[in-house]
């Protein structure tokens, strides 16, 4: 099997493919966009076609605010951290994170509010479906000086 190899990740390409299936049919079954698996240490892993925002938006912020979110929700006794929703004039960004065991998130986003429960439930069973290939990614702590 060919290997795409960062120096944080090891991943085959049927993982990535199957991975990118699920992303894109995570869209086409409901009006999300710009869905993308993301590492909790910010590399974007995959992303559907319709996310063709800067990839920092993809990679170095959602890291940041999942290291933000899980030192506020266990600070106030909330537990680990599940999810951040993102609320803007024109949408919603939502980041789905998974258990402690899990080290990717699902990042996705929505400009229909009315449906955000709906969206919460695809967001989840699909996350849910991906986490059994997600720890099948070799993934490596990287060291710094």
């Known amino acids: 099997m060919e290997k795409i190899q960062t120096s944080e990740i090891n991943i085959d390409r049927e993982l990535l493919a199957e991975i990118m299936r699920n992303l894109e049919q995570l869209e ?21 076609e319709t996310a063709d925002i800067v990839a920092d938006i993809y990679s170095a912020s959602p890291a ?23 609320r803007g004039v024109k ?23 009315y449906k955000l429960g709906y969206y919460f439930h695809k967001i989840r069973k699909s996350f849910r479906e991906m986490e059994p290939v997600l720890k099948r990614i070799e993934t490596r702590e990287l060291r710094t000086s």
């Open 91 to 113: 949408g919603y960004t939502i980041i789905l994170v998974g258990d402690a065991d899990n080290k990717f998130m699902l990042f996705t986003n929505c400009s229909k509010g």
């Open 64 to 86: 940041t605010l999942i290291s933000l979110g899980e030192k506020i929700s266990t600070g106030l006794g909330q537990g680990e951290l599940r999810e951040i929703v993102i």
């Open 28 to 48: 086409s079954s409901t009006d999300l966009e710009g869905s993308a698996i993301v590492s909790k240490t910010g590399l974007r892993i995959a992303s559907s």
